[in-house]
DNA sequence: AAACAGGCCAACCGCCGAATC
DNA sequence: AGATTCGGCGGTTGGCCTGTT
């Protein structure tokens, strides 16, 4: 037997939202702190909407400061890069771009990027250059992104199911990590050296030198401090806590 | 002006894992 | 322990728009 369907499909709405639907949603959500159960939120709000696409409808659009189209270079940098190191897992890549949904991303991919990633990445015999991921990615517990302010200063995340916000406390992290290089989609190993300046973290072939700057509250973050600068991306470390059923 | 092709993107589909019963 | 429910996710679809022939 298969799994009830979670509305009744020939009596709900289909297709684009109108105004007026927006507009009940907002105020019905404005109205309370959580939406609770988004499956019987449309009777309540009195929509005639599968519950689901009322919740794509409000992550996707509708969600205060969501940012459509209009991606920066840098933007598609950093998508690119995090691309080449976790593959299709666009919630985890829009979480990392403030105001950019994984529909938003996803699309962008799909119709722009996607393109001239390959393009990029193929050598003049046709070959790609090195393999996109298809299947099971490596993505392990921790992770260094552009703030988008400063681009000289990349700060720590945890990275375990789920993205942690900026700042977080990462100060179990393991003692080597891999950064993609903004002029290789590559990623280059660093190792990380207790001396007597502190952390710091070496490129394998000693071609730059990154810093870890360990701040007053506890938190860290990475400043770069050679020639070879990180792309915007994301530094990983050994001791994957990340479960990913969805590749076979 | 009409027909067609391709790009774009909002929305849907179906699966999975976690939570709950 | 197994069944059910729900939220979340990535893949895909379909309709609108724009450019080209």
Known sequence: MGRAPCCDKANVK???????????LKNYLKKHATPGNWITLPQKAGLKRCGKSCRLRWLNYLRPHIKHGGFT?????????LYATIGTRWSLIA???????????????????KKMFLAANTNATGNTVFSTPTSQPQVEDCSVFDDHENSAEYHVLGLEQTPLPLGSDVSGLGSSCSVPLS?????????KEENENGTQW???????????VYEDNGFVSLENSSEVAPSFGSLYAPNTTEKRKRDN
């Open 183 to 191: 002029n290789e989609a590559v990623s280059a190993s660093l190792v």
């Open 73 to 81: 270079h840098e933007e598609d940098q950093f998508i690119c890069s």
């Open 95 to 113: 979480a990392q771009l403030p105001g950019r949904t994984d529909n938003d991303v996803k699309n962008h991919w799909n119709t722009k990027l």
């Open 14 to 24: 289909r297709g684009r939202w109108s105004p007026e639907e927006d507009e009940t």
């Open 202 to 212: 070496f490129g394998e072939d000693e071609s730059f030198l990154l810093d870890f």
